[in-house]
């Protein structure tokens, strides 16, 4: 028997995934990628994430599916709609489960795993709305919720008892301390405190990302320049995006395409490295380099020179500019 449970790098879809394998069952955890997740910060670390620690510690094997372009196309217009912010929560559960559908045949599985608890989230786990889900994505009965089993209709797993009902649970609500105590009873010892897992519920990112949305192509690359720095909007379609560290500074030179323009001060002066988009006229230029040279340490100077020139070029240009001041940049803001 083998079953593909859904993992998101949460305590509670690894609990899902840990309970039906301690029954014997094989199971594969299926992780879907893609550009909005929250960076697991523990990923650079020795023995990887906390999701691949997790696959070598319990003997499950983890895939990971990107679904980026069809996450996409569907955040343009999502049929429920958003949440708070921009956040598509039903949807893109629905988009997630019919990816793990697809694949139960090609990889020998005959039902779904989730780590959902009823009524834990506003919008996506109430009771009539994992219903609508499953329905829209086609796997009423195929999908085992572990964690809230008990507080829900019976699956074909539990009917034809692959999967022991009674050692399954009856969690609910937004309390985690049940799922904390059975993480610690289930052996696993290194899981994420409770946050939010997806970038489009923070308010000041779904601002940018409305802007975005309106002006430019909602690709990969605009999305990565999005997660870095501070985003300024130049002339009628422009966009500038101003490092706030070493770290972004690099990012941002990667994140450069053909039509870009880089600007950073001259070696003489610290400051910043900035990504123009979308920059045509003198005027944007000019623009530019006066956001630049407001984050520049100018050492009481008035001005400073700000190199710049088309991205992937060794031809550079220099133009003297005075820092832009506060009030000028809350304008532009994004």
């Known amino acids: 028997m ?12 690894m609990l899902a995934a840990k309970i039906i394998k301690d029954m014997g069952i094989d199971v594969i955890g299926l992780y879907c990628s893609m550009p909005f997740s929250l960076r697991d910060k523990s990923a650079s670390q020795p023995g990887g994430s906390l999701l691949q620690k997790f696959s070598a510690q319990t003997g499950i094997d983890l895939r990971v599916l990107d679904i980026t372009d069809d996450f996409l196309i569907m955040l343009k217009h999502p049929k429920f709609g958003y949440g708070a912010h921009l956040n598509p929560c039903i949807d893109c559960k629905i988009l997630m489960f019919k990816k793990a559908r697809q694949l139960m045949q090609e990889w020998g599985a005959s039902f779904l795993v989730s780590g959902e608890v009823v009524g834990q989230r506003p919008m996506s786990q109430q009771r009539r709305t994992m219903q609508q889900i499953d329905s829209q994505a086609q796997i009423a009965g195929l999908l085992l919720r572990p964690l809230s089993a008990k507080l829900l209709e019976e699956t074909i797993a539990e009917k034809q008892g692959w999967v022991r009902r009674h050692m399954l649970y009856d969690f609910s609500g937004r309390s985690r301390k049940p799922q904390t105590d059975l993480a610690v009873m289930r052996g696993i010892i290194e899981f994420h405190q409770p946050a939010g897992g997806c970038l489009l519920t923070d308010p000041h990112f779904s601002d940018r990302l409305t802007d975005l949305m309106k002006r430019d192509k909602l690709d990969v690359n605009n999305i990565s320049l999005l997660k870095r720095g501070r985003h300024y909007r130049v002339g009628a379609d422009g966009r500038l995006i101003v490092g706030r560290d070493e770290r972004d500074n690099r990012a941002i030179e ?3 395409q053909p039509g870009d323009f880089i600007f950073c001060p001259s070696e ?6 900035a990504l123009g988009r979308g920059i045509g006229s003198d005027e944007d230029i000019a623009a530019c380099c006066g956001i630049v040279c407001r984050y520049c340490d100018l050492n009481g100077k008035p001005d400073t020179a700000i190199a710049y020139g088309p991205a992937g070029s060794e031809c550079r240009y220099s133009r003297v500019a005075a820092p832009f001041t506060e009030e000028e940049l809350v304008k532009i803001r994004i």
């Open 2 to 13: 083998k079953a593909i449970a859904m993992m998101s790098g949460g305590l509670d879809s």
């Open 254 to 256: 990667q994140l450069a």
């Open 268 to 273: 003489e002066i610290a400051g910043p490295t």
